[in-house]
């Protein structure tokens, strides 16, 4: 029996096969179908793939999980807006001290938005986006967007057309069954059956 990965926010996931053995992911954002994580001990900008390649991971590295989710009924805008902050703030190697400098605040107020208490940080939002490299956007929704242009073979061209044409039920059960087919990796069997008769 297969078991189901359930991704959440604030989870903490310690590869442990050969190769990947002590990699440590955590989820920063989670939704529209991806995920946002950073490799603890890496100060770099988030990592960005589908739920699908992150479950991909989990399963291949036989990644184990170390701390779960944050429950929903502790998350509030301010603390996502908060826990944003201090991870972008980490990222890029700064102390409060520092980040209330560059954007001219005080220390307390850095720490005020950081413990979930948002204040006035709307008026001083587009230059705290700045100094932490990022659009305003990131910073209230987690989510960024960018135009990216893709290259696509013909197939993936038609795939792609006929799944944006399906009902949001029938993506996610047409979703679980690419990925029980790639974790698998063995066709349907009536699949063959068919391919014999034809």
């Known amino acids: 029996?297969?078991?189901t990965i359930s991704l959440g926010?604030?989870?903490k996931w310690k590869a442990a096969r050969p190769g990947?053995?002590?990699?440590?992911?955590?989820?920063?954002?989670?939704?529209?179908?991806g995920v946002g994580f950073r490799v603890e001990g890496q100060?770099?900008?988030?990592?960005h793939v589908s739920e699908t390649a992150f479950r991909v991971w989990i399963t291949e590295t036989e990644a184990r999980l170390t701390r779960n989710?944050?429950?929903?009924?502790?998350?509030?805008?301010?603390?996502?807006?908060?826990?944003?902050?201090?991870?972008?703030?980490?990222?890029?190697?700064?102390?409060?001290q520092q980040l209330a400098e560059k954007v001219g605040i005080s220390r307390s107020a850095v720490a005020f938005w950081e413990t979930g208490r948002s204040g006035h940080v709307g008026k001083h939002l587009g230059s705290l986006a700045q100094v932490l490299g990022v659009e305003p956007e990131v910073l209230?929704?987690?989510?960024?967007?960018?135009?990216?242009?893709?290259?696509?073979?013909?197939?993936?061209?038609?795939?792609?057309?006929?799944?944006?044409?399906?009902d949001p039920l029938i993506k996610l059960q047409?979703?679980?069954?690419?990925e029980r087919r790639v974790r698998s990796k063995q066709p349907e069997p009536h699949t063959?059956?068919?391919?014999k008769s034809a």
């Open 1 to 3: 029996m297969k078991k």
């Open 9 to 11: 926010l604030g989870q």
């Open 20 to 33: 990947k053995a002590g990699e440590v992911r955590e989820i920063i954002t989670l939704g529209a179908g």
């Open 43 to 47: 100060t770099l900008t988030p990592a």
């Open 69 to 96: 989710a944050i429950p929903s009924a502790q998350l509030s805008p301010g603390l996502e807006l908060g826990r944003r902050i201090r991870l972008l703030r980490e990222m890029i190697g700064l102390s409060q």
């Open 140 to 166: 209230l929704t987690g989510m960024a967007y960018k135009a990216i242009q893709e290259t696509l073979t013909p197939d993936e061209n038609t795939m792609l057309t006929l799944y944006r044409q399906l």
């Open 174 to 178: 047409a979703q679980k069954w690419i």
């Open 192 to 195: 063959k059956e068919r391919s």
